[in-house]
């Protein structure tokens, strides 16, 4: 599946020494923009941007990122908004955000290189384009390829009912894969697949890693994994292989993916157990 075009419109550059006024819709954007170093010219994100929670107090915030306020987003008279569609419903904002006339420039990634071109685009936008490079080359180093003659078979779940497994186009699929582990769903043709808890065991998963989107890890239970029916000889559950990795350090293009990389590569690292053939 080819990635989707992203849609944006071309901003308008400030007066030549005037920072760029940047409003950040989506809590991957936001934190790229301060990892670039230029968080001094956010004025405002969305509600569910939570990091740099130092940055994210001190500026608006117009609702939450499926329920933006595109009136109060005007309103704080942005140069650019930087937008996305990783989110079902993030295409109605988007199109919200160009019918007011704003200049955006809209992410979509599915793969680790997606998210690196994008950090790069968002650098280039901003005018600190040697940043985003240097940025990635650090991710990049931070997040080597874990040479593996068996891989365990790791589970990633973005919710836990329905089962929602990460598939071949998401940039998890990628990072599962450097950290030395197999998606058993890493050829499906999609970003996400949604799986009877009989079909996901029948792949036999080696790990499962719970990183539930919008729930704080915390509150993320394993129990909830052991009492699925039939799951008692899952390996994951049999040596006792669940994770929690926070979906901030997962499920955010931006990054923090490398923590999400480190995470995951402990847990793949503490498996012993052969990939099942």
């Given amino acids: 599946m080819a990635r989707t075009p992203a849609l944006r419109h071309t901003a308008v550059a400030p007066a030549a020494g005037t920072p760029m006024r940047i409003f950040s819709h989506t809590c991957s954007n936001t934190e790229i923009v301060c990892a670039l170093g230029c968080a001094d010219q956010l004025v405002g994100v969305d509600a569910d941007s939570d990091y740099p929670p130092e940055v994210v107090a001190q500026l608006p915030s117009t609702g939450r990122d499926l329920d933006l306020d595109v009136a109060a987003v005007q309103a704080l008279e942005p140069d650019l908004v930087l937008s996305s569609l990783t989110v079902p419903g993030h295409e109605q904002v988007v199109a919200e955000l160009h019918a007011a006339g704003l200049a955006t420039l809209v992410c ?43 891989r365990p078979r790791v589970l990633v779940e973005w919710w836990p009912k329905p089962l929602i497994a990460v598939a071949r186009h ?58 699925r029916p039939d799951w008692a000889d899952v390996p994951a559950v049999r040596h006792d292989r669940i994770h929690a990795i926070s979906e901030a350090f997962l499920g955010r293009p931006g990054p923090r993916l490398v923590e999400g990389y480190r995470q995951l590569r402990a847990a793949i690292a503490a498996s012993s157990s052969p990939a099942t053939p």
């Avoid at 968002?122 to 390829?145: H, N, Q, Y």
């Avoid at 058993?184 to 949604?194: L, M, N, Y």
Wanted: charged share 25%; with cysteine; glycine share 6%.
């Fill in 170 to 227: 998401s940039w998890v699929n990628d990072i599962i894969h450097l950290a030395g582990g197999l998606n058993p769903w890493g050829e499906v043709d999609a970003r996400s697949v949604p799986l009877h808890y009989a079909d996901a065991a029948a792949e036999r998963p080696d790990i499962v890693v719970m990183s539930w989107c919008g729930v704080k890890v915390e509150n993320y239970r394993a129990d909830k994994v052991r009492e």
């Fill in 108 to 150: 979509d990634p599915q793969s680790l290189d997606d998210v690196y071109e994008d950090i790069r685009r968002i650098a280039a936008a901003l005018g600190v384009a040697e940043r985003g490079v240097a940025l990635v080359a650090s991710m990049r180093a931070a997040m080597p390829a874990v040479p593996a003659v068996t």
